[in-house]
Structures are given as C-alpha cells and as structure tokens.
C-alpha cells in the first residue's frame, strides 16, 4: 500500500532549540516529497519539496530536509525554532500514478517560551 | 493572482441537506483535488480532476459527487450531508507536480 508515516504527533520544544519531524515513505509512493505547513485556522503553505538532485532541501523559514532513500525518509529539521512555528505540519507523496498527493496524518509542532 | 478560493468558508448543514462547496484558481492549471481533513487522519484525497472534463475518484469518495465545470472551477456536492461529512474542506490544483491549496471550507454537519 502506498502510504506516508510522520512518526510523532506531537513535539513539543523550547523556543531556541533544534526540531526534527520524521516522516517516512513507503516504497510504492514516488520520490517526489512535501512538507507542508499548516497554521491554526489556516490553509495549507508549501515549505519545501524534493523532486530529484541534492538530497538535502532547504525551504522557507529556515526549514531544512533531508531525503534518504535507503531508509525511504524525508526528515524535516530546523537549527532553531520560533514561537512562530507552532503550527501543523504535513508530510506527503505523490502517489506512484502521478495523479495526488498522499499524506501523512500531521505533527504539531508547540514551540514554548 | 488570487491563486485557489474556496466558497463559503464555513458551513452548518442538518443531516439530509444538500450543498456545493465552490473552488476555482486562477493559475490556468490542469488539475484539481477536492480532499478532506479530519483530526489525526491528515488530508485524504476525495476526487480529482486531471483535466476539463474529467474526473477521478480518490480514497474517500463516498457521498460526493464533483463537477469540473471549466478549467478554472471545480465543484464538489453533497446530496444528503450525514455527521459523518463533518470536516475542512480543501480544494487544489496543479500543472505538474506541486500542488497549491485553497484557504478551506469548515463543514458541521448537526
């Protein structure tokens, strides 16, 4: 089955620190890779996406990713976090037919003070 | 550019009302997605549209039906809402690969 698995729900951290959001891939989803950012009450924003090349992406907001194909991973990370930050965040994959998105079922992310 | 909207932004239906969530973009894309959002199951894929004129179910079609009615719109009805519809809405588009979302509908179904 074709599937995207973001391994935690919920991070919690203190303003400052490193974050990493995991996510993983199932071998029938295509390697083309999202994150998606979600603020409450809002739609959603693209933060970066590999479609192929360099396998270390960088997006907006200082977000960074790294696409690992032998561990079928695409962990979203970023140096220092803002309260800013605190958002939902989307994993997802386009499906081997090309034709949508598959996603994972989100990461809150709560940055604290 | 307004990119994707969505009408109306929130919605309150009673079991067994019909209605039409509006979506249209103005990035002259081929493709369109209506999906759904539910706490913890993230967004799952309704239908799609890949051109004018065609649609294709996805994971979750059940109790919608959709119309692509021009390049720029695409419409997803409710015939006999239940509780279960009870979700934000969003539609998107695409040329190739990357997908834009529209801002969502918030759908209560009593």
């Known amino acids: 089955a074709q599937s995207v698995t973001q391994l935690d729900s919920q991070v919690p951290v203190f303003e400052e620190a490193p974050v990493e959001l995991r996510c993983n891939y199932s071998s029938s989803v295509s390697v083309y890779l999202f994150w998606y950012v979600q603020y409450p009450n809002q739609g959603l924003q693209l933060l970066l996406k590999?479609?192929?090349?360099?396998?270390l992406v960088k997006g907006i907001n200082g977000f960074e990713a790294e696409f690992n194909k032998s561990q079928t991973s695409f962990h979203l990370r970023k140096p220092s976090v803002h309260i800013s930050d605190t958002a939902e965040y989307f994993c997802a994959g386009l499906n081997q037919a090309g034709t949508a998105l598959i996603f994972g079922k989100g990461t809150t992310l709560s940055v604290s003070s | 550019n307004a990119g994707v909207t969505q009408t109306p932004k929130f919605q309150v239906l009673k079991t067994g009302q019909s209605m039409t969530l509006q979506c249209a973009q103005d990035?002259?894309?081929?493709?369109m997605y209506w999906y759904r959002q539910d706490p913890g199951m993230g967004l799952r894929l309704i239908y799609y549209?890949?051109?004018?004129?065609?649609?294709d179910k996805g994971e979750v079609p059940n109790g919608y039906n959709v119309s692509r009615l021009n390049k720029r719109e695409f419409s997803l009805r409710l015939e006999s809402a239940a509780p279960s519809q009870t979700s934000v809405y969003f539609c998107a588009s695409s040329e190739l690969i990357e997908q834009f979302f529209g801002p969502g509908t918030r759908l209560t179904v009593l």
């Open positions: 990035m002259n894309h081929n493709s």
């Open positions: 549209s890949a051109s004018e004129g065609t649609t």
């Open positions: 590999y479609l192929s090349g360099s396998t």
